[in-house]
């Protein structure tokens, strides 16, 4: 069955530091989202990315949040300069469309900022 | 998208059914019920939507009462790796450009040996 790969596991980074969490999204899918979700809260959206561009972002999503798709298999988010509450897990999802369709999750990243 | 009321946890005895309710009681027309499920830390899992149809697939049975205020999601033969926390979610479908999910908190569902 296809899913969604999320790479690295667990990222341990120093506050301050740019941190890059990378996705390999279902090959045939259009729609790519990033969530968090910090430890004991709930799976908050983040960004939803088609066409190679940003068509929806939350509160949470700001300057300091980039995605890109640089290839055609890979869905990055970008955290450029992390601080203590970015620690959480972070989810990449994606879907075939928008209307009455299911999405993918990935096993997560979890970041955790020290 | 309208909010949902689900009971914070449940119990389950293994190999019986698996009752999830949820409230949706301000839904509008054109809203989907979709139900996922978070197994422990893992990325949540898709496990059924419907809009006002009973549906039925490999996983789950989904009940949405007449007036699509309520639903129930209905695991079958609960087994101990169905312990997860069980989101209720609805949303609108009106062809945008996109497919957020907006959680709430979910039903702690422990099914018991």
């Known amino acids: 069955e296809p899913e969604v790969t999320q790479t690295p596991s667990h990222q341990v980074t120093q506050m301050g530091q740019e941190v890059i969490l990378r996705c390999v999204p279902i090959s045939n899918h259009l729609y790519f989202y990033w969530y968090r979700q910090i430890l004991g809260q709930k799976v908050e959206f983040l960004v939803s990315f088609y066409n190679n561009e940003i068509s929806e972002k939350s509160e949470i999503f700001d300057d300091q949040f980039s995605v890109e798709r640089p290839d055609g298999s890979n869905f990055t988010l970008k955290i450029r300069s992390t601080k203590l509450e970015d620690s959480a897990m972070y989810f990449c999802?994606?879907?075939?469309?928008?209307?009455?369709?299911?999405?993918?999750f990935g096993q997560g990243t979890r970041l955790t900022v020290v | 998208d309208a909010k949902t009321t689900q009971p914070p946890s449940m119990d389950c005895a293994e190999g019986r059914a698996a009752n999830l309710p949820c409230n949706h009681s301000?839904?509008?027309?054109?809203?989907?019920v979709y139900w996922y499920r978070q197994i422990h830390s893992q990325g949540p899992q898709y496990i059924i939507h419907?809009?006002?149809n009973n549906e039925t697939n490999e996983m789950a049975s989904l009940i949405i009462t007449e007036d699509r205020k309520s639903s129930t999601l209905i695991l079958p033969h609960a087994t101990l790796r169905d312990t997860a926390v069980y989101y209720c979610i609805v949303r609108v479908e009106d062809g945008g450009a996109t497919n957020k999910l907006i959680f709430g908190t979910g039903t702690l569902l422990a099914v018991q040996p």
């Open positions: 301000t839904i509008s027309g054109n809203e989907y």
């Open positions: 999802a994606s879907s075939e469309g928008t209307l009455k369709t299911e999405a993918f």
């Open positions: 419907g809009l006002k």
